[in-house]
């Protein structure tokens, strides 16, 4: 559904991203880990078109994502890191907004609305303006937002930073439920735990660049540890990327 | 996908949290409303009113008949607030800025001005102790003063007892001169001409019945406004000013909202559908424009209700003028959001530009007072020109050729503003 073809991306002398491939099929939700500053930003900026890559290339379905208005946008739902919201404005008026820049009006919007409400709990909210909403219940209409126009992929960036338990398990059920709707999701955080319950594949990038694309099985096999037990991921992940610190 | 249904959602997702923001309501309405009102009040013009009197301290050391004529005169005159203190009081109410002027006039001026008044004595000094605030008012007191003065030894040297008696001690030194003989004889057959006069006319005890030298000629003023029957309104030119500077606030501000949308990651959202840059764009140019337009008509929309401001000239060159005006400032968001950095620092500079432009642009008062090179200057600010243009569209009452140039300006200046924010514009979002 989603292939990453060779993206690169630099900022002055900096390389941030380095011939990063990767890609995420249907009913797929793939984990991309990596350290502060490995690229995992701006390679899902590259992918939702807020970057443009000097090379590679971004395709949705087998075809080549082409600038700013090239309908196959409409395939991708973005849930920004930030809390991507007016805070000024109730729930339903942020949602309202978001699905017309996605073409959507009148009843199809309506639907979506309260569809994109229901699935993360918060349909008798609709009216409340965002800013008397608790940090979980932000994260969730974030979420909320980001599938408001039913895209068949999901890029997550961190979804659930700086929420309760509660709300994170909420979230998580509503991953699943959309990888079970044969949505393709593309999932970056720092919590291992949270790619080892959902992940089918991990994408682990580090100084730009690939350096592990495999299942959890996988990524455990290449790890011996004492005892002869499975290595934990964060094990894993510290062998491959190193215990130095990063800016 | 039609780019009109993101294109409205963008201005009335714009045009809804302005309003879902109290203070940002008043601040734009309210507040322009008030203080238009104050400087309206101001600067109505001297039809509405009586002007506002000087505040004149007069000490008379001197109790002759010029002294108190002067005093009596200045004390008659409407633009004076006279009062008669002993002189050190004089003086103190000038320090304390209780009166402008302090008129001192010394012993023995009124005789050394009548021999003066000839030319053949040395001129006695007249003390003015002035605030050096009201420089303004000083330069007042002292032309009235002039008239009143002259006035006053004129009538005594023509026709006072001090006149009668200078004409007779001066027949006998003329005679002991040394001058020519000719010259001799025509001066004392014209102080005798003179002492004749005098000798019809018995003095006088009321000094009203006799005048001296006053100045030959009135004036008649007409007020060059849109008609013969208008009178000027202040209010036209004070809201006109104020509406847009606040408008330029509230776009300055808009700009800082999209800075702030930024680091809130709300572009990010933005720019990962499937809308174009100009699209976006777009959706803040006319909601910003939409915006200043509103602030402008609600202005200008109070200020003929409450204050009979009238748009004497054209209508539509009054609505095309407020349009570009909207229009630039709308553009000069765009500008602020593009090359403003960081909130913080955007709403400094833009705070420091907003006051500039309405300060040069005669929003706050006309730039008639500023000396010639800085009205020259001004006319590279846009607000000049939106003032100028409404101004003629309503006080001056010029038709639609008067709001044609100002029209064509502000838009070349929101050509400007909106060239130079799409090539600043930072699109891409890490």
């Known amino acids: 559904m989603l292939e990453i073809r060779h993206l690169r991306k630099s900022f002055g002398t900096l390389v941030a991203v380095d011939d990063v491939s990767f890609s995420v099929e249907r009913g797929q939700l793939v984990g991309l880990l990596g350290p502060n500053g490995a690229g995992k930003t701006t390679t899902v900026s590259m992918i939702a078109g807020l970057v443009t890559p000097e090379r590679g290339d971004v395709l949705i379905g087998g075809a080549r994502l082409a600038g700013d208005t090239d309908p196959k946008k409409r395939q991708i739902g973005l849930v920004p890191q930030d809390l991507a919201l007016y805070d000024e404005l109730p729930a339903g008026a942020n949602l309202r907004f978001f699905g017309a820049l996605y073409g959507l009006s009148g009843a199809a919007l309506d639907r979506a609305i309260a569809s994109a409400l229901e699935l993360v709990g918060l349909a008798d909210r609709v009216s409340d303006r965002v800013s008397t909403y608790s940090g979980g219940m932000k994260r969730r209409l974030n979420l909320a937002a980001g599938l408001l126009h039913d895209p068949d992929i999901l890029l997550l960036d961190e979804p659930t930073v700086g929420v309760d338990p509660q709300s994170r398990n909420a979230i998580f059920e509503n991953l699943e439920l959309l990888k079970s709707r044969g949505k393709a999701l593309l999932y970056t955080t720092h919590y291992m735990e949270e790619v080892e319950r959902l992940a089918d594949r991990i994408v682990v990038i580090d100084h730009g660049r690939v350096i592990a694309d495999d299942t959890l099985a996988g990524l455990q096999s290449r790890v011996a540890v004492a005892g002869g037990g499975p290595a934990t991921l964060e094990t894993v992940f510290l062998t491959l990327t190193g215990r130095s610190l990063r800016d | ?430």
Not at chain 2, 53 to 71: E, F, K, M, N, Q
Not at chain 2, 122 to 131: A, C, E, M, S
Not at chain 2, 260 to 267: I, N
Request: proline share 4%.
């Open chain 2, 1 to 430: 996908m039609t780019t009109l249904i993101p294109l409205l959602a963008l201005v009335r997702k714009d045009l809804r949290l302005f309003f879902s923001d109290r203070r940002s309501v008043i601040v734009s309405f309210v507040v322009p409303i008030a203080i238009a009102s104050f400087f309206g009040s101001i600067f109505s013009g001297t039809n509405n009113r009586e002007p506002a009197r000087i505040a004149v301290a007069i000490v008379d050391h001197d109790s002759s008949a010029i002294s108190t004529g002067i005093v009596a005169a200045a004390g008659a005159d409407k633009n004076f607030r006279l009062t008669s203190p002993a002189e050190a009081e004089a003086r103190d109410a000038v320090k304390r800025g209780r009166a402008s002027v302090a008129v001192i006039i010394p012993a023995g001026f009124g005789a050394a001005a009548g021999n003066a008044f000839f030319g053949n004595g040395d001129k006695p000094p007249l003390d003015l102790v002035y605030d050096p605030s009201r420089a303004m008012e000083v330069a007042m007191v002292r032309g009235i003063l002039t008239q009143h003065v002259m006035e006053a030894v004129s009538r005594e040297m023509f026709g006072g007892e001090q006149g009668r008696k200078m004409v007779a001690e001066t027949l006998p030194q003329i005679a002991a001169s040394s001058m020519p003989a000719d010259e001799k004889r025509a001066l004392a057959d014209m102080l005798a001409s003179v002492q004749k006069f005098y000798s019809q006319q018995p003095p006088v005890a009321g000094e009203a019945t006799r005048r001296g030298i006053t100045m030959p000629y009135t004036v008649r003023e007409e007020a060059m406004t849109a008609g013969s029957n208008i009178a000027y309104n202040g209010y036209a030119h004070s809201f006109g000013g104020m509406a847009i500077q606040f408008l330029l606030f509230a776009m300055a501000n808009a700009g800082i909202e999209m800075l702030l949308e930024r680091q809130r990651g709300l572009w990010k959202r933005l720019r990962s559908a499937p809308v174009s840059r100009v699209t976006l764009l777009a959706g803040k140019g006319v909601s910003g424009t939409a915006i200043s337009l509103m602030i402008l008509l609600v202005s200008f929309a109070f200020a003929i209700i409450v204050f009979g401001v009238r748009i004497h000239g054209s209508v539509a060159g009054f609505f095309s003028v407020a349009i570009a005006c909207a229009m630039m400032a709308s553009a000069f968001g765009l500008l602020v959001a593009a090359i403003g950095g960081t909130p913080a620092t955007a709403r400094g500079v833009t705070t420091l530009a907003v006051l500039m432009m309405v300060m040069l642009g005669g929003a706050w008062v006309p730039t008639f007072i500023f000396p010639a090179w800085l009205q020259q200057f001004t006319m590279i600010v846009p607000v000049r020109w939106a003032v100028d243009g409404l101004d003629a569209m309503t006080w001056r009452g010029i038709g639609i050729s008067g709001a044609v140039v100002p029209t064509l300006v502000l838009l070349g200046f929101t050509v400007v503003f909106g060239t130079i924010a799409i090539a600043c514009f930072k699109w891409e979002e890490a």
